[in-house]
């Protein structure tokens, strides 16, 4: 699995939400390029300093971010 792969769970996810919520003006589809950015400069920084994760990892991880999320 690549950084931006569409079968992860994140973009499942991502394009669920988008189908849900038509009247949002572009808003989810902001908010999803937004988090693949940041997803993606967080795993390239981290590389950079040796710090490396599996695919199983990253959709381990990415399964965490709604819960987190709904705490804020």
């Known amino acids: 699995m690549t950084i931006m792969d569409d079968e ?4 499942e996810e991502a394009v669920i939400d988008a189908e849900e919520n038509v009247e949002d003006d572009g808003q989810v589809a902001h908010d999803d390029a ?34 987190v999320s709904g705490l804020a």
């Open 34 to 67: 937004v988090v693949h950015s940041i997803h993606d400069l967080a795993i390239q920084k981290m590389a950079s300093r040796g710090v490396t994760i599996t695919a199983e990892e990253e959709q381990e991880a990415l399964k965490l971010f709604p819960v």
């Open 8 to 11: 992860s769970p994140a973009a």
